[in-house]
């Protein structure tokens, strides 16, 4: 059973960088796809960035693309996403989630994900 805990959440100024890591434990995350996902009060949840297995590929949606990064460490079993030059407007809980693959696919929907972690609050405020 794959459980994942998102960490390195807080109140970051416009304009800073932040660091938002995704703990596996239970499996190892090298079966898996992951994404970030995030949900800004009042609205909807939407993607951030997802890698595949291997980091054969990546995607970001319009809003942070040049601004945020996505990596894997599958050794440590923990996933992250580099947050730069952040904006109120990226202020929201973030998720990460996995979905566990055979191939090298991307997985970018919410409904695609089969592990959630419980997410970690992100404010950009002055």
């Known amino acids: 059973q794959l459980q994942l805990v998102e960490s390195g959440g807080g109140l970051v100024q416009p304009g800073g960088s932040l660091r938002l890591s995704c703990a596996a434990s239970?499996?190892?995350?090298?079966?898996?796809?992951i994404a970030w996902f995030r949900q800004a009060p009042g609205k909807e949840r939407e993607g951030v960035a997802c890698?595949?297995?291997?980091?054969?590929?990546?995607k970001f949606a319009d809003a942070v693309r040049d601004r945020f990064t996505i990596s894997r460490d599958d050794a440590g079993n923990t996933v992250s996403l580099i947050m730069d030059s952040l904006k109120p407007e990226d202020t929201a809980v973030y998720y990460c989630?996995?979905?566990?693959?055979?191939?090298?696919?991307?997985?970018?929907?919410?409904?695609?994900?089969?592990?959630w972690g419980k997410g970690t609050l992100v404010t950009v405020s002055s």
């Open positions: 989630a996995a979905r566990w693959t055979p191939d090298l696919s991307l997985y970018c929907a919410p409904g695609e994900m089969g592990n």
């Open positions: 239970g499996s190892t995350l090298e079966s898996y796809a």
């Open positions: 890698i595949s297995r291997r980091h054969v590929m990546v």
